[in-house]
C-alpha cells in the first residue's frame, strides 16, 4: 500500500475521512477507535498520532451509499444508533468508529455463530452493545435498548421495512433518520423502481416516513439500493 500524503474531513460527511496516497487515489476511512486493531480485512492508515480504517465500499453497503454520494449522513460523534441485521460487526464498526465512545449502537443479530463474531468485535469496542434477538420481535430488547436517532437496517430480508416500523415505534426519536438497506432487481432504481423495492418504500411512507433520498449501490453492490428516510411520530 502506498504511503499517505494527507487526510481531510469528508466535505459532506462529518467524522468519515478521505485519505490521499502517494499514488494519487483516495480512499474512504474513519478514525480507528481502536487504533492497532482490524475488524475485516481493511487497511490501516497511519498519519501523525492518528490512525485510519479505510471503509471498503465493497464490503460496507454504507460506505457505498457514500461514495454514491447519499445526501447527508446522519450519525456522527455522539449519536446513538439501533443496528437491525448488525452481522459479524462490518459497518457497525465502522459506525462506532464516528460516534465514538459517548456513542452508543445497539446490535441486532438473530445467527449464533455471526453474534460470536459480534460480540468479539463488541470486546474492543465499548459503544457496541450485541442483542443476539430477532429484529421481528423488538418488544424482546425492549429493556436492553434505549430511544435512537438513527436506524440502521440491513437485513436482507423481504419484510424489512415492516420490520423496521415495529422497531421504529419503540425506539426511533420523532425526526430521526432511517437507513435501509432494500434488495433491488432492477439497475436504476430511481428511474425504475421494481415491484419489491416500491412495495418497502409505500410501507415507510405508510408508517410516518418521508423518503430523503434514494441511491442504487452499484457497482459496489449491484443488487441493493440504500433508503434514507425521516421520521416524523
Ligand atoms: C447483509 S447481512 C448484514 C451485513 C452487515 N449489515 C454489514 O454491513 O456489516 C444481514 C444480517 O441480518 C441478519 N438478520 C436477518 N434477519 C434478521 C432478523 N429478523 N433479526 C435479526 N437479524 C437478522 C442475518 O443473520 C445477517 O447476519
Sequence with gaps: MAEVVRVYEHSTYRDVYVVELEDGSTR??????????????????????????????????????????????????????LYLGAGSGTTASHISDIVGLRGRIYAVEFAPRVMRELITVAESRKNIIPILADARFPQKYKHVAEPVEVIYADVAQPDQASLVLLNSKLF???GGYLYLAIKARSIDVTKEPDEIYRREIDTLKVGHFEILDVIHLDPFDKDHAMVYAKYFK
Design 28 to 81: 474512504l476511512a474513519t478514525k480507528n477507535l481502536v487504533p492497532g486493531k482490524k475488524v475485516y480485512d481493511e487497511w490501516l492508515f497511519k498519519l501523525g498520532d492518528v490512525e485510519y480504517r479505510e471503509w471498503n465500499a465493497y464490503r460496507s453497503k454504507l460506505a457505498a451509499a457514500l461514495l454514491k454520494g447519499i445526501k447527508e449522513l446522519s450519525i456522527s460523534s455522539g449519536s446513538k444508533v
Design 172 to 174: 426511533l426519536k420523532d
